[in-house]
Nanobody, 119 residues
Framework: VQLQASGGGMVQVGGSLRLSCAAS????????MGWYRQAPGKQRELVAT???????NYADSVKGRFTISRDNAKNTVYLQMNSLKPEDTAVYYC??????????????WGQGTLVTVSS
């Protein structure tokens, strides 16, 4: 299973960005998909997750500003980020809890996409 993230970039404070992450390869099923981020000098932290049924979970710091969604038919997860703040600057990683055929379910990670919010 491979995850390909895109959509990062530089934006000014208050701006918006939309991240996308598509899973490909031999996939039997995907349970939870999500976004995590890691700022310089900090540990990776959860941003938002979404189940295959559409239930969502957000970090308190992004509630009301970020929206996670997914297209199950395309094995793709999105993160709409609005009202961006300098503290949102980080490398954003997508994650999928996936099961390839005849293999055990486990977590897969994308390569990361950099989001920079300038003031």
């Amino acid at each position: 299973v491979q995850l390909q993230a895109s959509g990062g970039g530089m934006v000014q404070v208050g701006g918006s960005l939309r991240l996308s992450c598509a899973a490909s390869g031999r996939i039997f099923s995907i349970n939870v998909m999500g976004w995590y981020r890691q700022a310089p000098g900090k540990q990776r932290e959860l941003v938002a997750t979404i189940t295959s049924g559409g239930s969502t979970n957000y970090a308190d710091s992004v509630k009301g500003r970020f929206t996670i969604s997914r297209d199950n038919a395309k094995n793709t997860v999105y993160l709409q980020m609005n009202s961006l703040k300098p503290e949102d600057t980080a490398v954003y990683y997508c994650n999928a809890n996936a099961k390839p055929p005849f293999e055990v379910r486990r977590d897969y990670w994308g390569q990361g996409t950099l989001v920079t919010v300038s003031s």
